[in-house]
């Protein structure tokens, strides 16, 4: 059975920084494409960041967080990482961690992440 567990959401002021993690299992991590979704209320689900499965993992991001969020995987922890600097308010969301292998999709749970004064 697949699982996908996030963790490290919270409330942070403006500014800040939060790493978010996703422990999976279930499934031979290295082989997927990771990737972090967020969604916040009353939008569509976009995607944030992702990194590939190969030893030399390129990452991609969306325009929204370029340059503030770094994504990382250890794949020895079977654990993808999102460091979120400089948070701002726009970037409060439910961020959701996603495994991708040809047609293959989990998904966690969500995290919720809220940027506020």
């Known amino acids: 059975q697949v699982q996908l567990v996030e963790s490290g959401g919270g409330l942070v002021q403006p500014g800040g920084s939060l790493r978010l993690s996703c422990a999976a299992s279930?499934?031979?991590?290295?082989?997927?494409?990771m990737r972090w979704y967020r969604q916040a209320a009353g939008k569509e689900r976009e995607l944030v960041a992702s990194?590939?499965?190969?030893?030399?993992?390129?990452?991609n991001y969306g325009d929204s967080v370029k340059g503030r969020f770094t994504i990382s995987r250890d794949n020895a922890k079977n654990t993808v990482y999102l460091q979120m600097n400089s948070l701002q308010p726009e970037d409060t969301a439910v961020y959701y961690c996603?495994?991708?292998?040809?047609?293959?999709?989990?998904w966690g749970q969500g995290t919720q992440v809220t940027v506020s004064s």
């Open positions: 990194i590939t499965s190969s030893t030399g993992s390129r990452t």
């Open positions: 996603n495994a991708h292998f040809y047609t293959y999709d989990y």
């Open positions: 279930g499934l031979t991590f290295s082989s997927y494409v």
